[in-house]
């Protein structure tokens, strides 16, 4: 493995009974990195990381982080890792100064030096000011900011957070993807979510997950240069679905096309050209000749939801 790999997947493959959750993903992250595990649920995100993590077995394939094997140098591995599963297991009943005390003792830290990284990662997770208080009268906010805390007090290598912004407020998202931001000047971050705003907002690199295949891993940039050609158009147009979808579907220019509903009578289409021409003056020309109302006209590039629509439409979703 390279020096400037903190993760490798190879030909990782997890089977239950009767179920496939991880289906042979190959996927590498480099030190210093934010990427970002991108899928619905039940893509196999929560059991990849887990795998990863030291607490499951895999069925077959490799992973190794530092390059250590998870499977057969579990406990080192764990000493490089940072974990905050999804649903985090906090001590309601402890205060939190108390808590990351205990947490540093269990990962190997002497008392000076867990006392030392308790008050690091208190100043650097916003609890300061809350330190004496009980877990378990935190709002959701702090306990995430607890959990954050616990995975950093060990200085690990590798942080890996699971759904960590899930059920939080829009002003506690920004405060823990502000910290997830800084944790990658001194660790390496992989994040599951299967939020696409989050993972553009935070992310250097996505690796999409879709029924526990892999279906991409790049930078959002690259994906959207890949995707396609040309820009996206965007359009809102007022006129019956069925032949807004005949329409589109009648020009070889288009190469992919996606209607939604919107407010009143209009229905928002995402067009993707197939040549890389802008498609603006053929869209203006058909509103007009079918007398259609037409009130947004814009080019715009692709987002990471366009992309990940589109990545997992051939594979079986149709048009709503």
């Known amino acids: 493995m390279s020096d ?54 895999a069925t077959s394939g490799t992973v190794r982080v530092a390059g250590l094997d998870v499977f057969k140098e579990a406990d080192e591995v764990r000493r490089r890792i940072g974990y905050m599963p999804e649903n985090n297991p906090l001590h309601p009943e402890m205060r939190v100064r108390e808590y ?18 308790v008050d690091v990662v208190l100043e650097q997770c916003g609890l300061t000011d809350v330190s004496r208080k009980i877990i378990g009268h935190l709002s959701k906010g702090y306990r995430q900011r607890v959990g954050l805390a616990d995975a950093l007090v060990h200085e690990p290598e590798l942080i890996i957070l699971d759904e960590p912004t ?4 829009p002003l506690q998202i920004r405060s823990v993807r502000q910290l997830i931001k800084e944790m990658s000047r001194n660790q390496t971050v992989l994040i599951s979510t299967h939020i696409l705003p989050e993972v553009e907002m935070t992310c250097n690199r996505v690796v999409i997950l879709y029924e526990g295949k892999v279906l991409a891993a790049d930078t959002p940039d690259n994906l959207r240069r890949l995707m396609g050609n040309g820009s996206l158009v965007v359009a809102e147009i007022a006129a019956p679905r069925i032949e807004l979808q005949s329409c589109w579907e009648q020009h070889g220019e288009i ?32 509103v007009r000749e079918r007398g259609w109302g037409l009130r947004e006209l814009t080019l715009k590039q692709h987002s990471l939801e366009d992309i990940y629509v589109q990545l997992i439409r051939p594979r079986g979703e149709e048009e709503n």
């Not at 179920?19 to 619905?40: D, M, N, P, Q, Y």
């Not at 899930?166 to 407020?169: H, K, R």
């Open 166 to 169: 899930i059920g939080l407020d």
């Open 100 to 117: 990351l005390k205990f947490r540093a003792r269990l990962k190997g830290l002497g008392w000076r030096r867990s006392r030392e990284r």
């Open 4 to 57: 400037g790999l903190m993760i490798e997947v190879a030909n990782l493959t997890k089977r239950y009974a009767g179920h496939t959750a991880v289906s042979g993903i190959s996927f590498s992250v480099e030190r210093g990195e934010i990427v970002g595990l991108l899928g619905s649920n039940g893509a196999g995100k929560s059991t990849t990381m887990r795998i990863l993590s030291c607490y499951m077995p």
């Open 255 to 286: 190469d992919h096309f996606d209607i939604s509903v919107t407010e009143g009578d209009y229905y928002r289409c995402a067009l993707t050209p197939s040549n890389g021409t802008d498609l603006r003056p053929l869209i203006y020309s058909l």
